[in-house]
């Protein structure tokens, strides 16, 4: 089964950028649909982007629509989420996530997931 690891994250301004990488080892990482969601303080995790195992799709939450983009890089074994124009309410815990087949937007239907990296936007 893969497993996946998440980097990137940190403290940065309001409408600053931050590139989250998540690399992924064991298993084929193409045969995989890679989503990224987040997790306020005191809230549910929620979906932010996701790409097809071939990258040719791609989806978005519209609260992040516009300002991050997802990408993977199939040969490297890494999905990417670059996020620009940070708000305070991007503020966060995100979560790497892997799926076999379609990418979608549900929390529930991914199978493994990353132990999370903290983003933190300051005003």
């Known amino acids: 089964q893969v497993q996946l690891v998440e980097s990137g994250g940190g403290l940065v301004q309001a409408g600053g950028s931050l590139r989250l990488s998540c690399v992924a080892s064991?298993?084929?990482?193409?045969?995989?649909?890679m989503g990224w969601f987040r997790q306020a303080p005191g809230k549910s995790r929620e979906f932010a982007a996701a790409?097809?195992?071939?990258?040719?799709?791609?989806y978005y939450a519209d609260s992040v629509k516009g300002r991050f983009t997802i990408s993977r890089d199939n040969a490297k074994n890494r999905v990417y989420l670059q996020m620009n124009s940070l708000k305070p309410e991007d503020t966060a815990v995100y979560y790497c996530?892997?799926?076999?087949?379609?990418?979608?937007?549900?929390?529930?239907?991914?199978?493994?997931w990353g132990q999370g990296t903290q983003v933190t936007v300051s005003s």
């Open positions: 064991e298993g084929t990482f193409s045969n995989y649909a």
């Open positions: 996530a892997a799926r076999i087949r379609l990418a979608v937007t549900s929390v529930d239907d991914y199978r493994y």
């Open positions: 790409i097809s195992w071939s990258g040719g799709s791609t």
